[in-house]
């Protein structure tokens, strides 16, 4: 009777065993499951793949494996300066220094708009040197600069969106009041809820970049 009863519980040991390893091996076939696409899906795709990439870090990261040509290239490092200047002119405009008679200029900046512009610098610079060390992981040839200008590209659009948002605000609220812009925005610049503007523009502008630029913190290795 004792024998009987081992051998029995040893043959269950066996069959429970099988079960979750045919069940992993389900779910494996499952999950990579091939589609069947049709003519005007797998042309658009081509399409997706062999386009323009100017602003469009996430089409670069999913067709990272097309090559990307002498021609595409030079475009990419012309966007990247003339991107950088933009955004280099946007955090330094020239008329953040004043001039007064008998004096010389001087600098309207305050503290926290340094250390907001320091802040977006760090966050571009961190972001791109994220990007070289997942190229040296796995290296694509001329990718650094394609991504690089795209995502760069993509930050400045998404600021001047918020600019040209943060000025139609500015303009409703002096239109209510009576107001001009320039009047409206002088009147803002000089009021005590300008500093909680700042306060909340550094962590928009910080947003925008940590989103525009997340393309490059991404491993290549598919």
């Known amino acids: 009777m004792q024998s009987a009863t081992t051998d ?4 269950a040991n066996p069959s429970s065993a099988q079960e979750p390893a045919n069940n992993s091996s389900y779910t494996d076939e499952n999950k990579y499951q091939f589609v069947s696409l049709t003519k005007d899906e797998s042309s658009f795709l081509n399409k997706k793949r062999k386009s323009w990439k100017l ?4 089409g670069l990261y999913t ?3 097309q090559p990307i040509g002498i021609f595409s290239c030079m475009l990419h490092i012309a966007t990247f300066l003339v991107c950088a200047f933009l955004f280099i002119f ?3 405009l020239p008329h953040d220094k004043e001039l007064i008679n008998g004096i010389g200029s001087y600098s309207n900046i305050t503290p926290l708009e340094r250390f907001s512009r320091v802040l977006l610098i760090g966050l571009i610079l961190f972001n791109l040197n994220s990007l070289k060390v997942n190229i040296k992981a796995y290296p694509i040839k ?10 760069l590209f993509h930050a400045v659009l998404l ?3 918020y600019f040209l948002f943060s000025i139609l605000c500015i303009a409703f609220v002096g239109a209510a009041q009576g ?3 320039f009047s409206a925005f002088e009147i803002f610049e000089e009021s005590a809820n300008y500093e909680i503007f700042l306060i909340i523009d550094t962590f928009i502008s910080a947003g925008i970049i940590w989103y525009a630029f997340r393309f490059c913190r991404k491993e ?3």
């Open 55 to 58: 602003a469009n870090p996430r």
């Open 90 to 92: 946007y955090l330094y």
């Open 179 to 181: 107001m001009d812009l």
């Open 159 to 161: 600021n001047i969106y």
């Open 220 to 222: 290549l290795k598919q």
């Open 8 to 11: 029995k519980k040893y043959t």
């Open 142 to 151: 001329r990718y650094w600069f394609a991504m690089a200008s795209n995502s």
């Open 63 to 65: 067709f990272r494996d």
